[in-house]
């Protein structure tokens, strides 16, 4: 009986081909936590579905193409928010210090994405919140009174 000798160079291709498809399976799946969801990006652009909604991801394990599919993750729990607004003036020139609270939650993620472009956290959407909120309530303190307003 003869025993043939395995070529060292065939040992190398399976060696290097077994690490290639392990590495290209551990790029095919992603987890999303309980608390985030998830939005795909198809070359770094959201992908949308038929009717124009983002394919998102709820919590759980899920797969895609890797190299070509991208998945960002955003929180989906209610965030708090609390400012002030040093000088408002009612309309006899009176000045006010307001302070506010607001609860928000992310609920189109594609809309949030391209609005803030922000995936790591929510400092941009927090700053056009007090943009939006603080000239608002300049201009409702500004059409009244101060008996009116308070």
Known sequence: MEV?????????????VSILTLFLISQSYFLVPQS???MKLRFGDPVSMKNGDPVTYGPGLHFMIPFIDKTLLFDSRLRNMSDEIPAAYTIDRQP?????????????LKKYYTTTGDITGSTNAEALIQQNVGSQLRNL??????????
Do not use: F
């Open 4 to 16: 043939k000798q395995v070529n060292p160079k065939a040992i190398w291709a399976i060696v290097i």
């Open 36 to 38: 985030e969801l998830g």
């Open 96 to 108: 006010l210090d307001l302070n506010y609270y607001v609860t928000w939650k992310i609920m189109n």
């Open 141 to 150: 303190i500004g059409d009244d009174s101060l008996e009116q307003v308070v």
